[in-house]
Protein backbone atom coordinates (compact mmCIF):
# COMPACT_ATOMS: atom_id res chain seq x y z
CA UNK A 1 0.00 0.00 0.00
CA UNK A 2 0.95 3.58 -0.59
CA UNK A 3 2.59 5.55 2.05
CA UNK A 4 2.07 9.08 3.65
CA UNK A 5 5.41 10.10 5.27
CA UNK A 6 6.34 14.01 6.91
CA UNK A 7 9.67 15.44 5.89
CA UNK A 8 10.86 16.47 9.54
CA UNK A 9 12.49 19.20 8.28
CA UNK A 10 9.93 21.03 6.33
CA UNK A 11 6.58 19.12 7.53
CA UNK A 12 6.04 18.83 3.78
CA UNK A 13 4.18 15.47 3.25
CA UNK A 14 5.22 12.84 0.98
CA UNK A 15 3.82 10.14 -0.64
CA UNK A 16 6.10 6.74 -1.13
CA UNK A 17 4.18 5.70 -4.22
CA UNK A 18 4.68 1.59 -3.52
CA UNK A 19 1.86 0.82 -5.57
CA UNK A 20 4.40 2.09 -8.80
CA UNK A 21 7.60 1.69 -6.88
CA UNK A 22 10.41 1.30 -9.04
CA UNK A 23 14.06 -0.33 -8.22
CA UNK A 24 16.28 1.93 -7.91
CA UNK A 25 18.40 0.46 -11.47
CA UNK A 26 15.52 1.32 -13.31
CA UNK A 27 15.90 4.72 -13.52
CA UNK A 28 19.45 4.96 -14.64
CA UNK A 29 19.45 7.21 -17.90
CA UNK A 30 19.32 5.29 -20.88
CA UNK A 31 21.02 7.99 -22.51
CA UNK A 32 24.16 6.28 -24.53
CA UNK A 33 27.76 7.08 -23.21
CA UNK A 34 28.79 10.18 -24.50
CA UNK A 35 32.72 11.01 -25.27
CA UNK A 36 33.67 14.37 -23.85
CA UNK A 37 37.02 16.09 -25.16
CA UNK A 38 39.41 17.23 -22.64
CA UNK A 39 39.33 21.03 -24.25
CA UNK A 40 36.78 22.42 -26.95
CA UNK A 41 38.31 25.29 -28.73
CA UNK A 42 35.30 27.06 -28.50
CA UNK A 43 34.41 26.63 -24.34
CA UNK A 44 35.34 29.59 -22.91
CA UNK A 45 35.84 27.81 -19.46
CA UNK A 46 39.13 25.43 -21.37
CA UNK A 47 42.61 26.02 -20.78
CA UNK A 48 43.96 28.57 -22.83
CA UNK A 49 40.66 30.49 -23.20
CA UNK A 50 40.90 32.92 -20.15
CA UNK A 51 40.72 35.85 -22.47
CA UNK A 52 36.72 34.25 -23.04
CA UNK A 53 35.84 35.08 -20.06
CA UNK A 54 34.83 38.14 -18.11
CA UNK A 55 37.63 39.30 -15.51
CA UNK A 56 39.16 36.96 -12.98
CA UNK A 57 38.38 37.14 -9.62
CA UNK A 58 40.70 34.27 -8.19
CA UNK A 59 42.35 31.27 -9.31
CA UNK A 60 44.00 28.07 -7.58
CA UNK A 61 47.30 27.29 -8.83
CA UNK A 62 48.23 24.01 -9.84
CA UNK A 63 50.85 22.14 -7.66
CA UNK A 64 51.04 25.74 -6.58
CA UNK A 65 52.50 27.33 -9.48
CA UNK A 66 51.71 26.88 -13.32
CA UNK A 67 48.56 26.76 -14.91
CA UNK A 68 45.07 26.95 -12.73
CA UNK A 69 43.35 24.32 -11.28
CA UNK A 70 40.27 26.16 -10.33
CA UNK A 71 38.99 29.67 -10.75
CA UNK A 72 36.06 31.86 -10.32
CA UNK A 73 35.13 34.73 -12.78
CA UNK A 74 32.69 37.35 -12.68
CA UNK A 75 28.87 35.41 -14.53
CA UNK A 76 28.77 37.09 -17.76
CA UNK A 77 25.08 36.57 -17.97
CA UNK A 78 25.02 37.98 -14.39
CA UNK A 79 21.17 37.64 -12.36
CA UNK A 80 22.54 40.55 -10.36
CA UNK A 81 24.89 43.80 -10.81
CA UNK A 82 27.36 44.79 -7.78
CA UNK A 83 27.03 48.59 -9.54
CA UNK A 84 23.22 48.62 -8.62
CA UNK A 85 22.42 50.02 -5.28
CA UNK A 86 20.15 47.88 -2.99
CA UNK A 87 17.66 50.82 -2.29
CA UNK A 88 14.19 49.95 -1.89
CA UNK A 89 10.70 51.27 -3.44
CA UNK A 90 7.26 50.49 -1.77
CA UNK A 91 3.93 51.51 -3.40
CA UNK A 92 1.31 49.85 -1.73
CA UNK A 93 1.33 46.20 -2.45
CA UNK A 94 4.50 46.96 -4.78
CA UNK A 95 7.61 46.28 -3.44
CA UNK A 96 11.17 46.44 -5.40
CA UNK A 97 14.46 47.20 -5.07
CA UNK A 98 17.53 47.55 -7.03
CA UNK A 99 19.25 44.43 -8.49
CA UNK A 100 22.21 44.65 -6.51
CA UNK A 101 24.04 41.12 -5.87
CA UNK A 102 27.58 39.13 -7.01
CA UNK A 103 27.44 35.82 -9.34
CA UNK A 104 30.09 33.81 -10.03
CA UNK A 105 31.41 31.05 -11.94
CA UNK A 106 33.50 28.79 -10.64
CA UNK A 107 35.32 26.67 -13.61
CA UNK A 108 36.07 23.18 -11.39
CA UNK A 109 38.96 22.06 -13.58
CA UNK A 110 41.06 23.44 -16.91
CA UNK A 111 39.39 19.79 -17.77
CA UNK A 112 36.30 20.30 -20.00
CA UNK A 113 35.54 16.49 -19.45
CA UNK A 114 36.40 16.26 -16.52
CA UNK A 115 33.70 15.87 -13.53
CA UNK A 116 33.71 16.36 -10.00
CA UNK A 117 32.54 12.67 -10.01
CA UNK A 118 35.72 11.48 -11.95
CA UNK A 119 38.45 14.08 -9.70
CA UNK A 120 40.64 13.52 -7.07
CA UNK A 121 39.73 14.36 -3.63
CA UNK A 122 42.00 16.54 -3.23
CA UNK A 123 41.01 18.54 -6.52
CA UNK A 124 37.53 18.50 -4.80
CA UNK A 125 39.16 19.81 -1.97
CA UNK A 126 40.51 22.69 -3.34
CA UNK A 127 36.92 23.70 -5.36
CA UNK A 128 35.74 23.46 -1.85
CA UNK A 129 38.66 25.47 -0.70
CA UNK A 130 37.44 28.16 -3.47
CA UNK A 131 33.80 27.84 -2.27
CA UNK A 132 34.93 29.09 1.29
CA UNK A 133 37.12 31.63 0.36
CA UNK A 134 34.68 33.30 -1.77
CA UNK A 135 31.74 32.79 0.88
CA UNK A 136 33.62 34.31 3.60
CA UNK A 137 35.19 37.34 1.67
CA UNK A 138 31.25 37.88 0.60
CA UNK A 139 29.34 37.48 3.94
CA UNK A 140 31.49 40.38 5.19
CA UNK A 141 29.67 42.80 3.35
CA UNK A 142 27.37 44.71 5.00
CA UNK A 143 25.08 44.94 1.83
CA UNK A 144 25.00 40.81 1.39
CA UNK A 145 22.05 38.79 3.39
CA UNK A 146 22.35 35.34 1.86
CA UNK A 147 25.25 33.78 -0.53
CA UNK A 148 23.56 30.63 -2.43
CA UNK A 149 26.83 28.31 -3.66
CA UNK A 150 25.39 25.34 -6.28
CA UNK A 151 26.17 23.66 -9.48
CA UNK A 152 24.09 22.63 -12.23
CA UNK A 153 25.25 19.26 -14.11
CA UNK A 154 23.44 18.64 -17.50
CA UNK A 155 20.56 19.76 -19.70
CA UNK A 156 18.04 19.07 -17.35
CA UNK A 157 19.49 20.12 -14.28
CA UNK A 158 20.07 23.72 -16.24
CA UNK A 159 22.82 23.61 -17.14
CA UNK A 160 23.81 25.79 -19.96
CA UNK A 161 27.62 25.04 -20.71
CA UNK A 162 29.02 21.57 -20.54
CA UNK A 163 32.69 22.41 -19.13
CA UNK A 164 32.36 21.56 -14.54
CA UNK A 165 31.64 24.36 -13.33
CA UNK A 166 29.72 25.40 -9.97
CA UNK A 167 27.97 29.39 -9.28
CA UNK A 168 27.46 31.58 -6.32
CA UNK A 169 24.92 34.03 -5.86
CA UNK A 170 24.89 36.73 -3.31
CA UNK A 171 21.97 38.24 -2.86
CA UNK A 172 20.99 41.59 -0.75
CA UNK A 173 17.29 39.83 0.71
CA UNK A 174 17.30 36.16 2.14
CA UNK A 175 14.55 34.50 0.27
CA UNK A 176 10.58 33.23 2.01
CA UNK A 177 12.03 29.79 1.74
CA UNK A 178 14.87 30.31 3.26
CA UNK A 179 13.09 32.12 6.54
CA UNK A 180 10.70 29.15 6.41
CA UNK A 181 13.46 26.53 6.96
CA UNK A 182 15.35 28.39 9.26
CA UNK A 183 11.80 29.42 11.62
CA UNK A 184 11.00 25.60 11.28
CA UNK A 185 14.45 25.05 13.08
CA UNK A 186 14.15 28.18 15.33
CA UNK A 187 10.57 26.20 16.55
CA UNK A 188 12.04 22.93 17.38
CA UNK A 189 14.74 24.75 19.32
CA UNK A 190 12.62 26.50 21.27
CA UNK A 191 10.09 23.47 21.78
CA UNK A 192 13.02 20.61 22.92
CA UNK A 193 16.24 22.33 23.43
CA UNK A 194 18.20 21.04 20.67
CA UNK A 195 19.27 21.20 17.17
CA UNK A 196 16.19 19.16 14.94
CA UNK A 197 19.38 18.18 12.55
CA UNK A 198 21.52 16.78 15.08
CA UNK A 199 18.85 15.04 16.72
CA UNK A 200 17.77 13.41 13.45
CA UNK A 201 21.70 12.43 12.58
CA UNK A 202 22.13 10.83 15.99
CA UNK A 203 18.67 8.89 15.33
CA UNK A 204 19.99 7.95 11.11
CA UNK A 205 23.28 7.09 12.52
CA UNK A 206 22.08 4.61 15.10
CA UNK A 207 19.47 3.03 12.72
CA UNK A 208 21.79 3.29 9.19
CA UNK A 209 19.09 1.93 7.18
CA UNK A 210 18.95 5.00 5.34
CA UNK A 211 22.55 5.73 5.61
CA UNK A 212 24.63 5.69 2.28
CA UNK A 213 28.15 6.84 3.81
CA UNK A 214 29.61 7.80 7.15
CA UNK A 215 32.63 9.41 8.15
CA UNK A 216 35.06 11.13 11.20
CA UNK A 217 33.30 14.14 9.88
CA UNK A 218 29.83 13.81 7.39
CA UNK A 219 27.07 11.52 6.68
CA UNK A 220 25.51 11.22 3.61
CA UNK A 221 21.81 10.05 3.64
CA UNK A 222 18.39 9.45 2.28
CA UNK A 223 15.85 11.17 3.60
CA UNK A 224 12.64 9.24 5.77
CA UNK A 225 10.27 11.76 3.48
CA UNK A 226 12.69 11.98 0.62
CA UNK A 227 10.69 14.15 -1.90
CA UNK A 228 12.30 12.71 -4.91
CA UNK A 229 14.51 9.38 -6.00
CA UNK A 230 18.21 9.69 -4.54
CA UNK A 231 17.91 13.15 -3.47
CA UNK A 232 20.96 12.58 -0.93
CA UNK A 233 21.71 15.19 1.36
CA UNK A 234 25.23 15.65 3.23
CA UNK A 235 25.55 16.81 6.89
CA UNK A 236 28.84 17.53 8.84
CA UNK A 237 28.68 15.39 11.95
CA UNK A 238 29.64 18.37 13.91
CA UNK A 239 26.90 21.54 14.66
CA UNK A 240 27.41 24.71 12.66
CA UNK A 241 25.25 26.49 11.34
CA UNK A 242 27.52 28.25 8.70
CA UNK A 243 29.65 26.59 5.73
CA UNK A 244 32.06 29.61 6.38
CA UNK A 245 33.07 27.52 9.84
CA UNK A 246 34.29 24.43 8.02
CA UNK A 247 37.59 23.41 9.07
CA UNK A 248 40.73 22.84 7.13
CA UNK A 249 39.96 18.75 8.35
CA UNK A 250 36.45 19.09 7.81
CA UNK A 251 36.78 20.29 3.74
CA UNK A 252 39.46 17.41 3.01
CA UNK A 253 37.05 14.86 4.25
CA UNK A 254 34.20 16.26 2.85
CA UNK A 255 35.63 16.47 -0.73
CA UNK A 256 36.09 12.72 -0.20
CA UNK A 257 32.61 12.49 0.48
CA UNK A 258 30.96 14.63 -2.10
CA UNK A 259 33.19 12.64 -4.59
CA UNK A 260 32.13 9.86 -3.46
CA UNK A 261 28.44 10.15 -3.65
CA UNK A 262 28.46 11.77 -7.03
CA UNK A 263 30.46 9.09 -8.33
CA UNK A 264 27.66 6.66 -6.89
CA UNK A 265 25.43 8.28 -8.54
CA UNK A 266 27.46 8.70 -12.32
CA UNK A 267 28.00 4.51 -11.59
CA UNK A 268 24.56 3.47 -10.35
CA UNK A 269 22.32 5.82 -12.38
CA UNK A 270 24.41 6.25 -15.76
CA UNK A 271 25.89 10.52 -15.26
CA UNK A 272 22.19 11.48 -14.54
CA UNK A 273 22.30 15.32 -14.40
CA UNK A 274 21.40 16.82 -10.89
CA UNK A 275 21.44 20.01 -9.02
CA UNK A 276 23.61 20.36 -5.61
CA UNK A 277 23.19 23.50 -2.99
CA UNK A 278 25.18 24.38 -0.22
CA UNK A 279 22.03 25.25 2.44
CA UNK A 280 23.92 27.56 4.77
CA UNK A 281 22.31 30.17 7.44
CA UNK A 282 22.38 33.72 6.26
CA UNK A 283 25.08 36.06 7.70
CA UNK A 284 23.26 37.47 10.32
CA UNK A 285 22.76 33.95 11.62
CA UNK A 286 26.46 32.61 12.12
CA UNK A 287 26.73 30.42 15.36
CA UNK A 288 22.86 29.94 15.89
CA UNK A 289 22.44 26.68 18.04
CA UNK A 290 19.45 25.88 16.11
CA UNK A 291 20.26 25.74 12.17
CA UNK A 292 22.81 23.40 10.59
CA UNK A 293 24.21 23.96 7.18
CA UNK A 294 24.14 20.92 4.45
CA UNK A 295 24.69 19.88 1.30
CA UNK A 296 21.36 19.22 -0.57
CA UNK A 297 22.52 16.74 -4.11
CA UNK A 298 19.01 16.19 -5.87
CA UNK A 299 19.33 13.89 -9.07
CA UNK A 300 16.92 14.68 -12.08
CA UNK A 301 15.51 11.43 -12.89
CA UNK A 302 11.74 12.32 -12.38
CA UNK A 303 9.77 15.47 -13.59
CA UNK A 304 7.57 17.84 -11.47
CA UNK A 305 4.00 17.58 -12.93
CA UNK A 306 0.61 18.82 -11.99
CA UNK A 307 -0.20 17.30 -8.72
CA UNK A 308 3.31 18.61 -7.06
CA UNK A 309 2.87 22.00 -8.18
CA UNK A 310 -1.47 21.98 -7.56
CA UNK A 311 -0.34 20.66 -4.04
CA UNK A 312 2.81 21.49 -3.06
CA UNK A 313 3.24 17.30 -2.59
CA UNK A 314 5.60 15.17 -3.75
CA UNK A 315 5.36 11.70 -5.20
CA UNK A 316 8.13 9.41 -4.78
CA UNK A 317 8.16 6.14 -6.48
CA UNK A 318 11.35 4.73 -5.17
CA UNK A 319 11.85 3.84 -1.29
CA UNK A 320 14.80 6.03 0.53
CA UNK A 321 15.64 2.80 2.14
CA UNK A 322 15.86 1.00 -1.62
CA UNK A 323 17.96 3.91 -2.59
CA UNK A 324 20.36 4.24 0.22
CA UNK A 325 20.99 0.35 -0.33
CA UNK A 326 21.69 0.59 -3.96
CA UNK A 327 24.19 3.33 -3.59
CA UNK A 328 25.69 1.55 -0.85
CA UNK A 329 26.45 -1.48 -3.04
CA UNK A 330 27.68 1.19 -6.08
CA UNK A 331 31.50 0.53 -6.19
CA UNK A 332 33.51 3.46 -7.07
CA UNK A 333 36.95 4.31 -7.52
CA UNK A 334 39.32 7.06 -8.11
CA UNK A 335 39.50 7.58 -12.06
CA UNK A 336 43.16 7.25 -13.58
CA UNK A 337 45.06 10.63 -13.96
CA UNK A 338 42.62 12.32 -12.43
CA UNK A 339 44.45 15.93 -10.88
Not at 67 to 79: D, M
Not at 208 to 217: A, I, S
Amino acid sequence: MPELRQNYFTKEWVIIATERAKRPEELASKRPAKVVPPFVETCPFCLGNEDKTPPEVMRVPANGSGPWQVRVVANKFAALSPDAQPTRTIHRSRRSMGGFGVHDVIIDTPDHSHSIAQMSDAHVANVLRVYKSRYDALSLDPRIAHVTIFKNHGGDAGASLEHPHSQLIATPVISHQVRERFQQALNHYDEYGECMFCQSLEEEIADRERVVLVTDHFVALELYASPTPFCTPIYPRRHMASFGDISAVEIADLARVLRTVLAKLHNGLGNPDFNFTIRSAPAEYVGVKHFHWYVSIIPRLTRVAGFELGSGMFINTVLPEAAAEFLRNVKVELAAGAS
